[in-house]
Structure formats: structure tokens, C-alpha cells
């Protein structure tokens, strides 16, 4: 069973920068045949989708609301996904969730998606 574990969260204050990373543990289907998505859910609303990215880190996706600020990428031999954030916004506060796809291709559609972790929070103050 593949473990997901998020770290990097934390306080920060608008126009700052956070780097969230996501490290791959356990037995399955190795990390490296994998996309990987982050996702985030603020309170109150759904779980939304951030942005992904495919196995060989040759496609990428993003929010439209992340897209120009956000960078996602992945090292295979560390079995880990990054999720750099930057000029962060009050709006961007939520727990952020990273997740493995069951396909090779990145995907925005949760359902798609068949590990999760267990979220780290951000918080952006004014």
C-alpha cells in the first residue's frame, strides 16, 4: 500500500512563498508510474483541484486560479512531488492534499485519483 506524507505548510503572509512537498512510502505500484496532483479544501467549501503532474513530468496542469503562481514538479528517484507556491494570496488558505493517480497522464477529475495523504495546512495572513 503506497503511503502519501505532506509537508511544508505552515503561516505565511500574502506575497510570500511556500514550498509544499509530498514523499511516496510503502509497497504498490511504484511512485515513478504515477501522476501526482495536489488538491486543497478550505472551510467550508469542496476539495478542489490545484494542479498535477504526469509521470514523466512532461505534462503539467493548473488551476486557473494558481496558473502563474504555482509550480509543480517531481523527483521520481526521491519518490517525492513539489508543489512550489508563490505571491500567495488570503484566498489560497486551505489544507492542501497531495494524491497519486491511478494513470500515467496527469488529470484535474479527483475521482481519478486513488491515494491520498493527509493534508498539510497553509494559511496566508494579511
Known amino acids: 500500500q503506497v503511503q502519501l506524507v505532506e509537508s511544508g505548510g505552515g503561516l505565511v503572509q500574502a506575497g510570500g512563498s511556500l514550498r509544499l512537498s509530498c514523499t511516496a512510502s510503502?509497497?504498490?505500484?511504484?511512485?515513478?508510474?504515477?501522476?501526482m496532483g495536489w488538491f486543497r479544501q478550505a472551510p467550508g467549501n469542496e476539495r478542489e483541484f490545484v494542479s498535477a503532474i504526469s509521470y514523466s513530468s512532461k505534462g503539467t496542469l493548473y488551476a486557473d486560479s494558481v496558473k502563474g503562481r504555482f509550480t509543480i514538479s517531481r523527483d521520481n528517484a526521491k519518490n517525492t512531488v513539489y508543489l512550489q507556491m508563490n505571491s500567495l494570496k488570503l484566498e489560497d488558505t486551505a489544507v492542501y492534499y497531495c494524491a497519486a493517480a491511478a494513470y500515467y497522464s496527469e488529470t484535474s477529475d479527483q475521482q481519478d485519483y486513488n491515494v491520498w495523504g493527509q493534508g498539510t495546512q497553509v494559511t496566508v495572513s494579511s
Open positions: 510503502g509497497s504498490g505500484r511504484a511512485f515513478s508510474s504515477r501522476a
